[in-house]
């Protein structure tokens, strides 16, 4: 198993950046393909974006490609959330989760492990 952690959430304007950061603990890190969830309030999670076992190559979903950026640290057990120009339609719980298996899902049922969730909030 792997323990999931997430931190640097906050309350922020638009336009503004905030990095996510989760903290994985565990089973070895570098196994998990890494993704990242977004729920906005009143509706179901979502992709947001995922990173392959070492790091080469990162997926983003549509909504936020050219303004999110996601990346792994496996020496440091923790992946990253880049969010430059954040908008109101960002706001919402941020969750980071593993999986186990060896290729990259959008779906998040497909995700074997969760944090407990950060909570961004973007301002207009």
């Known amino acids: 198993q792997v323990q999931l952690v997430e931190s640097g959430g906050g309350l922020v304007q638009a336009a503004d950046s905030l990095t996510l950061s989760c903290a994985a603990s565990?089973?070895?890190?570098?196994?998990?393909?890494m993704g990242w969830f977004h729920q906005a309030p009143g509706k179901e999670r979502e992709f947001v974006a995922a990173?392959?076992?070492?790091?080469?190559?990162?997926f983003i979903a549509d909504s936020v490609k050219g303004r999110f950026t996601i990346s792994r640290d496996n020496a440091k057990n923790t992946i990253y959330l880049q969010m430059n120009s954040l908008k109101p339609e960002d706001t919402g719980v941020y969750y980071c989760?593993?999986?186990?298996?060896?290729?990259?899902?959008?779906?998040?049922?497909?995700?074997?492990?969760w944090g407990q969730g950060t909570q961004v909030t973007v301002s207009s």
């Open positions: 989760a593993a999986d186990e298996q060896a290729w990259v899902s959008r779906t998040a049922s497909n995700y074997d492990y």
């Open positions: 565990g089973r070895t890190f570098s196994i998990y393909v």
């Open positions: 990173i392959t076992r070492s790091g080469s190559t990162a």
